[in-house]
């Protein structure tokens, strides 16, 4: 039997249509999100700013709201401010920003419908990775292509999940999808490859275990370093308000949609921090499938490089980050880079560097 027939072409063209199709409702889903990022909340922009210049809703001793008195037609009525949740303790204790929850009931409109839609494209992805996978009955991560399907369907994942946990993880709908947008039309156009069988190297049980968990760190770490990202711009905002300046319109409506600072500094080290110990599993078995598949655990192959320098840059990062003197911006940046190299360690490696690996290529 030739390679070809052990191919579904049926199931593989039907794997293309969904995630196309996927494409085409997370596109919907980008409207959405940006509907709720530009329409929702406009009255209440202006948390962070009150804040920090000591306008912020006065509070009781406890930490609750304190209760104020109007008089309507001559009856006194109790008021309670709506409760504003607070960034972790730090050199500026700020409010989250209201885009953060949703905000008010015009921008939870938007941001429930682009939760649905983002909600609908996950499952017509996860249609599309698992019927290619069905198409050649093996897993679906045999090349770059279905690295790369295989990869925004977890990150999209990992979204929905934090936000099934009552996570305040609204603010990153928007740049996953554009994310997954990118990802997806990269994949579908310069990195396609049609559905096969795997080269022989590639015939073993490793292939769910070392694959599979690479792709959930990757995903993981994407989630980190967007955080990682928005808390420096939203950290920036902050410093210029405290110092007394005035950002432009426009990044006052972005950033007041954000959680404070310390909420996204908090945020991107408790993921990065959670799915190391994972990472370094994902190296110790890509070490132990090297050893049955080419007789030698470790030969410095550029793929195994780049994952070992990756390693190390998150390393430092952690480290770096339970250091005081190396906490905030200077941690971020170590951070960013420690992705860039995990980033690198996939398109760069696979595309411009030939090694034992070079059979995942495009």
């Known amino acids: 039997m030739t390679l070809a027939a052990a191919v579904n072409e049926n199931l593989a063209h039907t794997s293309n249509v969904l995630i196309y199709s996927s494409m085409a409702v997370y ?14 909340s406009r009255s209440k922009v202006g948390r962070t700013a009150a804040a920090l210049t000591g306008k912020a809703e ?19 009525v109790m008021e309670r401010p709506k409760v504003v949740t607070r960034a972790a303790a730090g050199a500026r204790d700020v409010p989250d920003g209201p885009g953060a929850a949703a905000g008010d009931e015009q921008g939870d409109l938007y941001g ?9 494209a996950f499952i017509i992805e996860f249609g599309g990775v698992l019927t290619r996978a069905l198409s ?3 897993a679906p991560w045999g090349n770059m292509y279905e690295f790369s399907i295989t990869f925004s369907t977890v990150a999209v994942g990992i979204y929905l999940v934090l936000l099934a946990l009552k996570k305040n993880v609204r603010w990153l709908g928007l740049p996953l999808v554009i994310t997954v947008l990118l990802d997806l039309g990269l994949a579908t156009t310069v990195l396609y490859t049609s559905s096969d069988q795997l080269v022989p190297a590639l015939h073993s049980y490793w292939l769910y275990i070392h694959v599979s968990t690479a792709i959930f760190c990757g995903a993981v770490f994407y989630v980190g370093a967007v955080g990682t990202l928005l808390y420096l711009f939203k950290d920036s905002y902050e410093s210029k308000l405290a110092a007394g300046g005035q950002p432009g319109r426009f990044a006052t409506s972005v950033m007041e949609r954000l959680p404070a600072s310390q909420s996204l ?4 080290y408790r993921v990065n921090a959670a799915v190391f110990p994972l990472w370094t599993f994902t190296i110790i078995a890509g ?3 090297a050893g049955d598949a080419w ?3 470790w030969g410095w192959d550029p793929k195994e490089t780049w994952s070992f320098i990756t390693w190390v840059a998150y390393a430092a990062y952690l480290h770096a980050r339970a250091t005081a003197g190396w906490k905030g911006r200077k941690a971020a940046y170590l951070a960013l880079i420690a992705f860039g190299c995990w980033i690198f ?12 690996h070079s059979y995942a290529g495009v």
Do not use: C, H
């Open 58 to 76: 006065e509070t009781t001793a406890a930490g609750a709201p304190a209760v104020t008195v109007k008089k309507q037609g001559g009856t006194a």
């Open 27 to 40: 596109l919907l889903a980008f409207f959405a999100n940006m509907a709720e990022w530009i329409f929702g």
């Open 265 to 268: 500094d908090k945020f991107s």
């Open 345 to 356: 360690n996939y398109y760069g490696v696979n595309i411009f560097v030939t090694g034992k």
């Open 136 to 138: 050649v009955e093996r």
């Open 295 to 297: 007789g030698r655990y």
């Open 112 to 120: 429930r419908i682009a939760i649905s839609l983002t909600a609908l």
């Open 287 to 289: 070490a132990i499938w």
